[in-house]
DNA sequence: ATTTTTGCAAACCTTTTGCATGGAA
DNA sequence: TTCCATGCAAAAGGTTTGCAAAAAT
């Protein structure tokens, strides 16, 4: 059983998300949202734009980066920055919460607070800035790569 | 009286943190530790780099990518990432800490961990990862550009 | 019929790199 | 004299944008 399972999302939610924020549901979009519904770990537009040249799925670059923008807005996805720079996404849930990413596979997971907002308030009240938002991001092994890591040695 | 003022770094330090590690301590490197010297709050490369041809300083462009990675890894600054995805740079203390960027003007301050360091061990039992690294950033006014805000309004 | 989306390609930016030259040790 | 560091320019990504064509409502 897994605690912290990578929260996964329906394609049919994502365009249900679009369609009742009045957004248009095309061709590409329903597409798009299969394509991030199969996705379980964080992933970056480039990255699901190269996926879908190569199952020629017909949906173009610029697509994804409008497209996932867009779902960033709606909320059904949420945009992370990777220590490399680049932007990536994730599944997420509605709550505030922080994740998890793994090293090596990529694998996200969500934890919950566990004290964090206390110790952000602490920070607030110590350095006299007010805090708009924190962003905690966290990188190791999950449990399989760390398996897989001590089998390798 | 701040209690959490940025931390300044002088041009001396950084460049005996070169010699002593021993980097050659070159014309370049010199005028790019006093420009770091005169930042207070977050920088780029390429903020720099600008700065410096403003100025007429004489060092390239690739010059400020390079050396500013090598300060990173001699711990002189430390490199953070902004949530546009640009790498920025801040001067920092030797500890392990954590920062608050003013969105407003950049200035960024340290803070102490307030705990933080039990919640992110709960979230590593709780979630099974290993956690390798974490990365707490805080966004938000400084008093500065509170009351500045405060003013406007 | 109207308005949003799309695709394409070009533009943009930041960051990285190859290579010959120049400078530190 | 021996390497390391620099500058330059080109390359390499990732991301954004203008615009005409296509699709959704």
Redo the contacts between chains.
């Keep these: 059983m897994l ?2 399972d990578p929260v996964m999302l329906d394609a049919t939610s994502i365009v249900a998300a679009l369609d009742s924020a009045g957004y248009r549901v095309t061709g590409p979009r329903r597409r798009l949202a299969e394509l991030v519904a199969g996705q379980d770990g964080h992933f970056t537009a480039s990255e699901l734009a190269t996926l879908a040249k190569a199952r020629r799925l017909g949906i173009s670059r610029a697509t994804f980066f409008r497209a996932l923008d867009l779902l960033a807005e709606l909320g059904v996805v949420e945009r992370i ?3 490399s ?3 990536a996404y994730v599944a997420c849930a509605r709550s505030h919460h ?1 994740h ?1 990413v ?2 090596r596979c990529g694998r996200t ?1 969500e ?6 907002a ?3 308030a ?3 009240r ?18 399989y790569c ?1 398996r897989r890591v001590a089998d390798e040695a």
């Design positions: 605690l912290y920055v990777l220590p720079g680049e932007h922080h998890i793994c090293s997971a934890v919950a607070d566990q004290g964090l206390e110790a952000v602490a920070m607030a110590d350095s006299g800035y007010r805090i708009q938002t924190h962003w905690l991001e966290l990188f190791g092994l999950c449990r760390q």
